[in-house]
């Protein structure tokens, strides 16, 4: 599980299929490209007002991709995907939230 302090030490594309982070801590997480892509929280994709999803897992192309990944600041890291999207901004907070691995997902589960 990631600490909740760690942070990134590297982010890199994994091919065509996902991204993989390395934290501070040790944790490695590999997030798939789609999982990724619809969990974007920008406006274009999730309503202002009432946090209703507007992306839909239907709606990604199924070889989405990452065409440029940097840093914002020491907060976050953009992404802009090969769909055309380019307003996602990933808080690394939200990355250590939805980390998708085996360890992390039984931490959120045990606490629901």
Known sequence: MISKDATPTQIEKIGSTGIRVFWSDGHEATYPNPVLREACRCASCVHEWSGEKIISAEKI???????????????????????GHTT???????????????????VRRQGS
Not at 67 to 78: C, F, L, Q, R
């Open 61 to 83: 192309p199924p070889n989405i991709m990452p065409t440029k990944i940097e840093a914002v600041g020491h907060y976050a890291v953009s992404i802009d995907w090969n769909d």
């Open 88 to 106: 996602g901004i990933y808080a690394f907070d939200y990355l250590k939230e939805i980390c998708p691995c085996e360890v992390c997902d039984a």
